[in-house]
C-alpha cells in the first residue's frame, strides 16, 4: 500500500495535474476568502468551504481519472496485480494518494484564517470542524471518481464519466428550489452531497451527515476492488 | 497427493494442472497441463494467438483460469496469493514501466511493492549490472530506448530474486545484438532460477531452453526437449537427394531402388532437381541409389540426411494435431 501511495503522490506532483489542482483550488477559495474578509463576521467563515464545495466535485475529477485507468492502459496494472500486495491495499494506496493531494489544499486554507486572525477572531472549532468536513465530502467524491476511472483504459472517458456525475449532484440542489413536492425535496436533500455539508458550516459536527461520506467512501473503494477482482476472471 | 510437487528428478517448482481460460465463447486455452523442475528452462513455443501469454498470465495471478490450478513451489496462485506471487517475477508482454519515473526510483517502486528484504543498495547494483542497465539508472524510462526498456522490465522482475521467472517474449523489439546478449543473460539466469519464456520464433527457444513446450490454439501439442521433437518425427529416415538430369530418368532410377517407400519432388532448378526420400531402414540404402544413378548416368549432385529445424517440427505438429 504505501509503494503505491508514495508513487501516486509523486506521480501527481511529476505531471502538472497536482500543480493545477492546487491553483485553481487556491484561487477560488481565495475569491470565496476574499468576500468572508470583506464581511469581517466570523460566522461567515465557513462560506469558503461551503462555496468551494460545487467547485470540488467539479475538479476533483482531475485527480481521480487517471488512477486506474492509466495504469490499464500502459499495461502497468499487471505488476501491480501480479506483486505480492492484495488488490485492497493497491486500491487504498491510489485512494489516500488522492486524497492527500485534495487534503493538502484544504490544510492551505488555513493561511485564511491566520490572515482572518488580523482583522477578526475566528472561530477555530468551526475552521477545523469545516476542514474536517470538506475533507469527508473530498472522501466520498474521490471514491466515486476512483471507482469510475477503473472501469475504463482512457483518462478522458474516466474524467468525462466522474464529470458527468458531479454535475448531476450540483444540479441535484437546484430541484428543491423549484418543486414543493416535500418527498422530492427530502430525498434530495438526502443524497445531496452539498447539502448532507451544510451541518458543518453550522459548526455541527453532524453524525448523519458523517456517516453518509464516509459510507459512500467505504462503498465505492468496495466496489472499486470487485470491478478489478473481476476483470481477473473475465 | 500430498508429495504430488516433488518427483524423483527435483521439486517441481511450477505445476499447471488441467488449465483452462474462456473468453465467452472464445477457448483461449484447453486443459493444459505441466510442470517445471527447479532450474530448468522451458519455451513456449506457439504462434501468436496460441495462449501463451494468457497461460503466463494465470501462471502469475494477473488473470484468472476457467478451470484448473496452478501452483508455484508448492502454494496454489488462487488460495495463497501472497506466498507464490513472491516467489514470482514476471515480465509481461509490454514492459509494465512508468514512464514519469527514472530507472532508479521504478526499482525502487518495485522494491517496494514487492516488500523485498535485501539490502537494497548491492541488490540494485547487482541487477543492474545484469540487464546491463548501470548506465541509464539517472535517466527518465520515456526516454529509453525499446530495448533499455525491456532489460529494465527483466531487471524489474530480478528485483528480490525470485526463483521462477516468467518472461513473456524477452526479445520482442531488440535488434540482432541485443537479442544475443539477452540469450546469454537468459541462459546465465537459468542457472539459479526457474525460467519460462516464450516465443513464436523457433530458434530463439532452441537457442536457449532445454525443454520445449509448444502450444496451439490453446492446447498443448508437445512438452518434449528439441532432440526429442526430431526424433518423433524421424519415424523413417528422410533423405534429401539432388541430383542432375530428367525428371522421368530420375524416377525410374528412385522406383528401381527397393528401400525407397515413397519420394517426391520438393524443388528443380533448371536440371537440378530435387527429391526428399523416405526409406526403409537399411544400411545398403545409400549405396544402391548411388549405383542406380550411376548405371543411368544421372550424376547425383548431394545426398544427405535431412535434418529436421523446430520449423519443420512445428509446423508437422500442428498438421498432426489437426487431422486428430
Known amino acids: 500500500m504505501k509503494a503505491v501511495y508514495k508513487r501516486e503522490l509523486s506521480a501527481c506532483f511529476r505531471s502538472a495535474t497536482g500543480y493545477l489542482f492546487g491553483a485553481i483550488y487556491l484561487f477560488f477559495s481565495a475569491m470565496y476568502f476574499n468576500s468572508v474578509l470583506a464581511g469581517g463576521q466570523s460566522s461567515e467563515f465557513p462560506q469558503i468551504y461551503a462555496g468551494m464545495l460545487n467547485l470540488v466535485l467539479l475538479m ?36 489516500l494518494s488522492a486524497l492527500t493531494v485534495y487534503f493538502g489544499c484544504t490544510l492551505l486554507t488555513l493561511v485564511y484564517a491566520v490572515v482572518f486572525c488580523f482583522f477578526a477572531s475566528p472561530s477555530w472549532p468551526l475552521v477545523i470542524g469545516n476542514i474536517f468536513g470538506a475533507t469527508l465530502f473530498g472522501a466520498a467524491f474521490i471514491s466515486v471518481g476512483m471507482f469510475i476511472s477503473s472501469m475504463t483504459e482512457s483518462q478522458f472517458v474516466a474524467a468525462m464519466g466522474s464529470f458527468s456525475i458531479a454535475t448531476i449532484f450540483v444540479i441535484l440542489d437546484v430541484i428543491p428550489l423549484v418543486t414543493d413536492n416535500a418527498l422530492v425535496v427530502a430525498l434530495v436533500n438526502n443524497i445531496s452531497f452539498v447539502g448532507r455539508y451544510t451541518p458543518f458550516t453550522k459548526g455541527i459536527l453532524d453524525f448523519s451527515s458523517i456517516t453518509f461520506f464516509v459510507s459512500i467512501a467505504a462503498s465505492f473503494i468496495f466496489l472499486t476492488v470487485r470491478v478489478l477482482e473481476k476483470r481477473r476472471w473475465s | ?217 490453446g492446447r498443448l501439442i508437445a512438452d518434449s526437449t528439441a532432440e526429442h521433437l526430431s526424433d518423433r518425427l524421424g519415424d523413417g529416415s528422410t533423405l534429401i537427394l539432388r541430383a542432375v538430369g530428367e525428371e522421368k530418368e530420375i524416377q525410374a532410377a528412385l522406383q528401381s531402388v527397393r528401400s525407397v517407400k515413397r519420394f517426391s519432388r520438393t524443388d528443380t532448378a533448371g536440371k537440378t532437381k530435387t527429391y526428399s526420400l523416405t526409406l526403409t531402414p537399411s544400411e545398403s540404402a545409400r549405396s544402391e541409389l548411388f549405383f542406380a544413378f550411376s548405371a543411368r548416368k544421372i550424376p547425383i549432385v548431394e545426398m544427405k540426411s535431412a535434418e529436421y529445424s523446430l520449423e519443420d517440427i512445428f509446423i508437422s505438429l500442428v498438421n498432426q494435431k489437426d487431422k486428430k
Open chain 1, 60 to 95: 476533483l475529477p482531475l485527480l481521480t481519472m487517471r488512477l486506474f485507468s492509466e495504469e490499464r492502459k500502459y499495461k502497468t496494472d499487471q505488476i501491480l496485480f501480479t506483486s505480492p500486495v492484495g488488490i485492497t491495499p493497491l486500491v487504498m494506496g491510489k485512494f
Open chain 2, 1 to 217: 497427493m500430498m508429495y504430488d510437487f516433488k518427483n524423483k528428478d527435483g521439486v517441481a517448482m511450477i505445476k499447471v494442472r488441467h488449465l483452462t481460460k474462456k473468453y465467452g465463447s472464445i477457448t483461449a486455452l484447453d486443459d493444459v497441463s505441466f510442470s517445471v523442475k527447479k532450474g530448468e528452462i522451458v519455451g513456449f513455443l506457439g504462434p501468436n494467438g496460441a495462449g501463451k501469454s494468457t497461460a503466463m498470465n494465470i501462471i502469475t495471478g494477473y488473470l484468472s483460469s476457467t478451470s484448473g490450478s496452478v501452483s508455484i513451489d508448492g502454494y496454489d496462485i488462487l488460495d495463497e496469493p501472497t506466498e507464490a506471487k513472491k516467489r514470482l517475477g514476471y515480465l509481461p508482454e509490454i514492459p509494465p514501466l512508468y514512464p514519469d519515473m527514472t530507472v532508479d526510483e521504478y526499482l525502487d517502486f518495485v522494491y517496494e511493492l514487492k516488500g523485498v528484504k535485501q539490502k537494497k543498495e548491492a541488490h540494485f547494483n547487482e541487477i543492474c549490472e545484469l540487464a546491463r542497465i548501470t548506465a541509464v539508472r539517472g535517466r527518465l524510462i520515456r526516454n529509453l530506448s525499446k530495448g533499455y526498456r525491456q532489460r529494465v522490465g527483466i531487471a524489474q522482475a530480478l528485483v528480490g530474486n525470485p526463483p521462477v521467472l516468467i518472461l513473456d517474449e524477452p526479445t520482442v523489439g531488440l535488434d540482432p545484438k541485443q537479442i544475443v546478449e539477452m540469450r546469454t543473460l537468459i541462459q546465465k539466469l537459468g542457472q539459479q532460477h526457474t525460467v519460462i519464456l516464450s516465443s513464436h520464433i523457433l530458434s530463439e527457444v532452441q537457442a536457449v531452453c532445454g525443454r520445449i513446450i509448444v502450444l496451439n490454439n
